[in-house]
């Protein structure tokens, strides 16, 4: 049953424990005044969107569901994901190319069939709204329709899907290469039908350096000048053979980022996955133009691609957002990335606050996205993408809240100690999408 006002506009009303972000917090600061903390508060939502917080019952007038001392955070932001790839999570014993060759384009080719790709797109859009994400910036494979299954599948959802068709020319086996005509005419049939539609956006999507012609870069790079409106989203400097490759291929380039800047594909839209191995020029280019980095620890960590400075990137003045970048990434849920954060920084001498890593998959990914009108935050006006967390699943993670005192060593326990169990609740636009009923809640 959902309350309608005489207007006839929807109303609800989600009782908790409201966590956001209004600014970027600072590095290492646990009592830092970016964090919007919100104790037993209503969230109210109209039509969708986010029409204020308050902590006295709203009345009879809303649909009212009162979540307790749960958490209620703005729905994850995931901005480096691979949808094809999640039957190779989790294979064994490979490097960044060699798992592309043994593993990621055997799995791509199979979306070769539209069948496939249409049930991997509902699957995949499923199981990332299982593990908190409500948004996302997604890699389909080197067809038009499995680009297209996956705008579908998020529009069906009333979600924000960031996708486009893969572009590859060289260097992948039969089946996974396109041409430059057919992909300027695949893309620009792609744009013409979803760019802009409800929330869906278009990436100019080029695989990786390595596996484009500088002809294909090219056509990237003039359908981006074409319109600024679109995304454009590839990998960079995550491997060190990687890095060696592309200076073979491209020894007119500066740096691996460079072969990006010469094609004109960096730009305030533009998503870099990675980033390991940039230097301080290959920084400073990218804040001139923009563009930000996806980290993606629990990738690289699982192929050892190496540790991400994420504090010389964070006091540069280089946006960082979150990505799970599943398949190499072993889980879609981004607690479970921000646990393998910590850790990484800590291997490089750092220390990751909760508050720094919530941020960047939240309202720091949001705000470089340039989406932060629409998602990442709890302010009035964004639209009502919402998570419900527990605090606790389990006995152990149990005793652990109980024995935390201050807000940031309980959010910061809950970090890491959750993973995608823990989430009770999702709403998409104000639409319950996942409650405790759902089948496959905990997938």
Known sequence: MTVVDQAGAQRLA????LLDFTAKPQWAHLDDGAVRWRPEHWLLIEDGRIVGAQTQDPGEGWLRQDYGQRLLLPGFIDTHVHAPQLEVMASYGTELLDWLQRYTFPAEMRFGDPEVAQEGAERFIQVL????STSAVVFPTVHKHSAQALFEAARSRGMRLIT?????????PDGLRDDVQQAREDCEDLIARYHGVDRLAYAVTVRFAPTSTPEQLAMAGALC???????????VAENRSECAWVAELFPQARSYLDVYEQAGLLHPRAVMAHGIWLDEQDRAVLRQRGAHVAHCPSSNLFLGSGVFDWRAAHESGLAVSLA?????????????NLGDAYKLQALGGQRLSAWVGLHAATL?????????????????GTMADVCVWDWSCGAVDAWRQSRAAALHERVFAWMNLADERHLHACYVAGRPVLTPSTPGAAA
């Open 14 to 17: 989600l009782k908790g424990n």
């Open 129 to 132: 709204l299982a593990h908190g």
């Open 164 to 172: 486009g068709k893969v572009l590859m020319d060289r260097h992948a």
């Open 225 to 235: 000048r074409s319109d600024a409106s679109l995304y454009m989203q590839t990998h």
């Open 324 to 336: 799970s970048d599943v398949g190499a990434g072993t889980s879609l849920n981004l607690l479970r």
């Open 364 to 380: 720091g990914a949001a705000e470089a996205l340039s989406l932060s009108h629409e998602i990442g935050h709890l302010s009035e």
